[in-house]
């Protein structure tokens, strides 16, 4: 059997109206710092999305995903944070904030492969 690691992990949300709390899945980050694994993973519906929130810039979320994105990669194109280990940047990541693109409370599992894992809370939480 294969060793089992802990992961955290958080879906990313679209929310079009901070103020109404309503808000779409179409993400997930996920943090196994055993397996020195940072990596988001995105599935953006346009058409869902503009059913949702008609008004909704399509840009702007793809832009603060691609944020997302480059902090995990861990280069210089993710600016400050991108730089910090990967525990940090996954907990700046998943703060609390009040914007378009927010994440919901951090969950923890076992996993061996947490590519694998990832692959697997996209296609149940998002697709």
């Known amino acids: 059997m294969p060793a089992m690691h802990l992961f955290e992990y958080a879906v990313l949300r679209v929310v079009p109206r901070v103020e109404r709390e309503e808000f779409m899945n179409v993400g997930v980050v996920l943090l196994c710092r055993a397996q020195g694994f940072l990596q988001v993973r995105c599935a953006v519906s346009e058409a869902r999305l503009r059913a949702f929130a008609p008004g909704l810039d399509l840009d702007e979320v793809a ?3 691609h944020a997302f994105e480059r902090i995990c990669q ?3 194109t993710g600016g400050t944070i ?3 280990p990967l525990a940090e940047r996954f907990r700046w990541l998943t703060a609390m904030r ?3 693109v927010q994440t919901s409370p951090v969950h923890p599992g076992l996993c061996a492969d947490a590519g694998h894992t990832l692959a697997r809370l996209l296609q149940e939480l998002v697709l």
Do not use: C, F, P
């Open 74 to 76: 861990g280069r210089a």
């Open 82 to 84: 991108g730089q910090l």
């Open 98 to 100: 009040s914007t378009i």
């Open 63 to 65: 832009a603060r995903l």
